[in-house]
């Protein structure tokens, strides 16, 4: 199959729209990471997904609507509290996990009889979802295990001849996919941490962090969210998360460690005598850099990857989530 990239022009809706309603999967950019769509109500199409990710079909997928009045077409109970996240923070990377209707098939939430909904902040692809007129399922756009790609170059790296078409919007504005909660008793728990925070959701409910967030799951912990088991956002090179008070502990340990197949994501790169790649000095650019610096770095040649702990606070949390599973949990502290 032909892989074509066309730009985020309205003109170019109908086109994506006339595939997604044939049941073909079109890779769409979004605010969080690029999503690779198929019809959510359609166990075909859900399957091409699964098939072009090579993604295990227990691990369930988002539903991206338009509307937050969608929420009653396909989840069976719209707790209030959703209602005044959704007005808060829709559009925009929420995810927000229900208990799902039947029209809603299996292949879509993995056996689950839960659901997951996002309204991505992306004007082009919201109006291509109205154009549809059925909520797109899209994981992120990457080989599954891989980074998640926040440009359309590194969705063609992976899809190329398996998609007939992806549109591309540039780079990713979070680089990092969406906050996924499930609801409490009396709030809410983050199952995946992301661009709305702990923080902002605080203002709102009482707020939980499942465990699996920032520590591997053990036998027997109970999985909430299949995403979370599965080796995730890996590059090809070994990846170590390093802790450390400050940035010259982090040069210092690099300089002794390094060797001409090492890479380094550094919030200050100065004294660092190895290869460095963009990274950040905030959060925020660490979260906006972390997956094209992990897939430039093995477009480098890369044997090993250092990267300097981010904190936990705000974004931050979202930042060390995905860097300690692309570390397979390997973690050296100075
Ligand atoms: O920002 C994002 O969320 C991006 C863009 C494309 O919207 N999408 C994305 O999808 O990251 P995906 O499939 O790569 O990650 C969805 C995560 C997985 O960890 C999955 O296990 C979890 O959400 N999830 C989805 N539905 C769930 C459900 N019903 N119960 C528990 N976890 C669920
Ligand atoms: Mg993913």
Same mark, same amino acid.
């Not at 290869?275 to 480098?300: I, W």
């Given at each position: 199959?032909?892989?074509?990239?066309?730009?985020?022009?309205?003109?170019?809706?109908?086109?994506?729209?006339?595939?997604? =309603?044939?049941?073909?999967?079109?890779?769409?950019?979004?605010?969080?990471?690029?999503?690779?769509?198929?019809?959510?109500?359609?166990?075909?199409?859900?399957?091409?997904?699964?098939?072009?990710?090579?993604?295990?079909?227990?691990?369930?997928?988002?539903?991206?609507?338009?509307?937050?009045?969608?929420?009653?077409?396909?989840?069976?109970?719209?707790?209030?509290?959703?209602?005044?996240?959704?007005?808060?923070?829709?559009?925009?990377?929420?995810?927000?996990?229900?208990?799902?209707?039947?029209?809603?098939?299996?292949?879509?939430?993995?056996?689950?009889?839960?659901?997951?909904?996002?309204?991505?902040?992306?004007?082009?692809?919201?109006?291509?979802?109205?154009?549809?007129?059925?909520?797109?399922?899209?994981?992120?756009?990457?080989?599954?295990?891989?980074?998640?790609? $926040?440009?359309?170059?590194?969705?063609?790296?992976?899809?190329?001849?398996?998609?007939?078409?992806?549109?591309?919007?540039?780079?990713?504005?979070?680089?990092?996919?969406?906050?996924?909660? $499930?609801?409490?008793?009396?709030?809410?728990?983050?199952?995946?941490?992301?661009?709305? $925070?702990?923080?902002?959701?605080?203002?709102?409910?009482?707020?939980?962090?499942?465990?699996?967030?920032?520590?591997?799951?053990?036998?027997?912990?109970?999985?909430?969210?299949?995403?979370?088991?599965?080796?995730?956002?890996?590059?090809?090179?070994?990846?170590?998360?390093?802790?450390?008070?400050?940035?010259?502990?982090?040069?210092?340990?690099?300089? =002794?460690?390094?060797?001409?197949? $090492?890479?380094?994501?550094?919030?200050?790169?100065?004294?660092?005598?190895?290869?460095?790649?963009?990274?950040?000095?905030?959060?925020?650019?660490?979260?906006?850099?972390?997956?094209?610096?992990?897939?430039?770095?093995?477009?480098?040649?890369?044997?090993?990857?250092?990267?300097?702990?981010?904190?936990?606070?705000?974004?931050?949390?979202?930042?060390?989530?995905?860097?300690?599973?692309?570390?397979?949990?390997?973690?050296?502290?100075?």
């Amino acid at each position: 199959m032909n892989t074509q990239i066309l730009n985020m022009d309205p003109k170019n809706i109908p086109f994506a729209a006339e595939l997604l =309603k044939k049941g073909e999967i079109v890779a769409i950019p979004t605010e969080t990471v690029y999503g690779l769509a198929g019809n959510g109500l359609s166990a075909d199409a859900v399957k091409k997904i699964f098939e072009a990710k090579g993604r295990p079909s227990d691990n369930p997928l988002i539903l991206h609507i338009s509307s937050v009045d969608w929420l009653y077409r396909y989840a069976e109970n719209v707790p209030d509290l959703a209602l005044r996240l959704a007005e808060r923070f829709w559009p925009g990377p929420l995810t927000m996990i229900m208990p799902k209707k039947s029209i809603v098939p299996m292949e879509t939430s993995g056996g689950l009889d839960t659901v997951a909904f996002r309204m991505p902040n992306n004007q082009w692809t919201l109006k291509l979802i109205e154009a549809c007129d059925f909520p797109l399922a899209a994981p992120s756009a990457n080989l599954s295990g891989l980074p998640s790609p $926040t440009r359309a170059g590194y969705v063609y790296n992976d899809m190329e001849g398996k998609i007939p078409l992806i549109i591309d919007g540039g780079q990713c504005f979070y680089g990092l996919e969406s906050t996924v909660i $499930t609801f409490t008793d009396n709030g809410v728990r983050i199952l995946r941490p992301g661009g709305v $925070t702990a923080e902002m959701l605080k203002r709102f409910c009482f707020v939980e962090i499942d465990k699996a967030v920032t520590e591997s799951l053990q036998n027997g912990d109970k999985v909430l969210s299949p995403g979370m088991k599965y080796k995730h956002y890996s590059p090809k090179a070994e990846v170590f998360m390093v802790k450390c008070n400050d940035n010259e502990s982090f040069a210092d340990f690099v300089n =002794k460690n390094f060797d001409e197949n $090492t890479i380094v994501l550094a919030k200050k790169a100065d004294n660092i005598k190895a290869k460095t790649l963009p990274y950040g000095k905030t959060a925020r650019q660490e979260a906006e850099k972390l997956f094209a610096s992990l897939r430039k770095a093995d477009e480098m040649g890369a044997k090993k990857i250092y990267v300097q702990a981010p904190n936990k606070e705000g974004i931050g949390l979202a930042v060390y989530n995905r860097l300690i599973r692309a570390a397979a949990f390997k973690v050296i502290e100075l």
